[in-house]
């Protein structure tokens, strides 16, 4: 088999590139290691920049989330119970965010992909790049018994976290960036109408608590939790119980409580790998960098490598041009550490840290004192969240 494009992974970027790159005659094959149940089965993020949503309708997959997402212009942040909305709309010039679970946006790509008979290959076992740093490199992967052999000019390695291909790229030439953090998120999927019409971050100095959704129906709510904890140690009972201690009195009069249709418990973590190209082979999304949940970046970093990745190979194949594809990695990178500079600024003026000095605690609370004094620190905030350009 031959294609111009081979995509390892498919989730929301390996998808995405493989849509928007059909669109312009460029021909991919997504190799996906899972079902295309299991794929589903994930609950991820809920929260999409303006960019993510304009990349959404480019790629002809954007009629659902229209009609389904919500529109939001603003958010709370609560402070041991003083509670203050975060104008969005206001500091950021306009702009506001989509509120749309990953989930719904996954299933919404591969239904545009079966729509475009485009290849997406699941249960590929083993999947190797091969020859990365030729003019003609490949990838194999295993069905069954059968090693298959696909041909390409490029391979995206879009495979996330856990994936083949950054382990691609020789230890000599990849350099990691890594912070962990000293807890983890419980997250709880509950099939009730959410306490609050827009998203509710919460300070406490029991832990960091959040209420957001999914549609007015499906709520999705966080408590910060030691990483020493598992889902085991969390009935819905302790954690409806913990999640209200950690909200103003009057959001958690009126909360809303029901049987967990998901519980998961999710460390936090900052990485980034450089370069996010080596060779024939480029990085995109989860499997070039992770951020800490807490800015409702995952996606959206992903979205800005898809964007930059998709102009890139259009210049190739239709212009000859190739500076895109030269200039990718510094281009991704210098968006993927602000987008890292914002999730690591969000979760350490929220969370409590174990062991943190009275100074450091000090220093938070100053955080959240300046933010809300300053309009031109609210604009900062905003215009990150809502998305810096691309
Ligand atoms: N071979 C083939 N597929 C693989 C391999 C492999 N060796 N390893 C992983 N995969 C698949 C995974 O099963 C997954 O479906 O690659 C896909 C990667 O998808 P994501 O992990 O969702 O990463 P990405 O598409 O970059 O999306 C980033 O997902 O994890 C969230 O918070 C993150 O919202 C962000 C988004
Ligand atoms: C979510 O709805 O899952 C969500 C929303 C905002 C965040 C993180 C997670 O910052």
């Given at each position: 088999?031959?294609?111009?494009?081979?995509?390892?992974?498919?989730?929301?970027?390996?998808?995405?590139?493989?849509?928007?790159?059909?669109?312009?005659?460029?021909?991919?094959?997504?190799l996906e290691r899972q079902s295309r149940e299991y794929v589903l089965s994930r609950i991820r993020a809920g929260v999409l920049e303006h960019g993510f949503a304009e990349l959404m309708r480019e790629a002809q997959c954007g009629e659902r989330m229209d009609r389904e997402g919500e529109i939001h212009e603003g958010f709370f942040i609560s402070d041991n119970g003083a509670m203050r909305r975060v104008d969005l709309h206001k500091y950021s010039g306009g702009s506001s965010v989509v509120v749309y679970g990953q989930t719904e946006l996954t299933r919404d790509l591969y239904e545009a992909r079966d729509r475009m008979n485009g290849k997406v290959i699941h249960n590929a076992e083993d999947v190797q790049p091969h020859d990365l740093k030729s003019a003609n490199p490949y990838v194999t992967y295993r069905m069954g018994d059968e090693i298959i052999r696909i041909d390409c000019d490029y391979v995206i390695g879009a495979d996330g976290f856990h994936g083949v291909s950054r382990k691609s790229i020789p230890r000599d030439v990849l350099k990691e960036y890594e912070k962990v953090y000293p807890f983890g998120w419980l997250g709880v999927l509950s099939r009730t109408k959410p306490v609050s019409p827009e998203l509710i971050y919460a300070k406490h100095e029991r832990g960091f608590a959040l209420c957001s959704l999914r549609s007015q129906v499906l709520s999705r709510y966080y408590i910060q939790v030691p990483l020493s904890d598992?889902?085991?140690?969390?009935?819905?009972?302790?954690f409806w119980d913990e999640l209200k201690r950690r909200l103003p009195a009057d959001v958690a009069e009126r909360l809303i409580t029901g049987p967990s249709i998901e519980k998961s418990i999710a460390p936090l973590r900052s990485f980034v790998a450089e370069p996010m190209r080596y060779g024939n082979l480029f990085l995109a999304g989860d499997a070039a960098h992770i951020v800490p949940p807490t800015g409702a970046r995952g996606l959206n970093s992903a979205a800005s490598d898809?964007?930059?990745?998709?102009?890139?190979?259009?210049?190739?194949?239709?212009?000859?041009?190739?500076?895109?594809?030269?200039?990718?990695?510094?281009?991704?990178?210098?968006?993927?550490?602000?987008?890292?500079?914002?999730?690591?600024?969000?979760?350490?003026?929220?969370?409590?840290?174990?062991?943190?000095l009275a100074y450091d605690q000090k220093l938070q609370d100053t955080e959240l004192a300046y933010l809300f004094s300053s309009e031109k620190a609210q604009g900062s905030l905003a215009e990150n969240y809502v998305g810096l350009p691309f």
């Open positions: 088999m031959r294609t111009q494009v081979a995509i390892i992974g498919g989730g929301p970027s390996g998808l995405m590139l493989s849509q928007l790159l059909h669109l312009k005659g460029i021909a991919t094959v997504v598992t889902v085991e140690d969390w009935s819905d009972e302790k898809i964007y930059y990745l998709y102009h890139a190979m259009v210049a190739h194949y239709k212009n000859g041009d190739d500076s895109g594809l030269d200039n990718y990695s510094a281009k991704a990178l210098a968006r993927v550490w602000k987008a890292q500079r914002f999730s690591w600024w969000m979760t350490t003026m929220l969370h409590t840290f174990p062991d943190s």
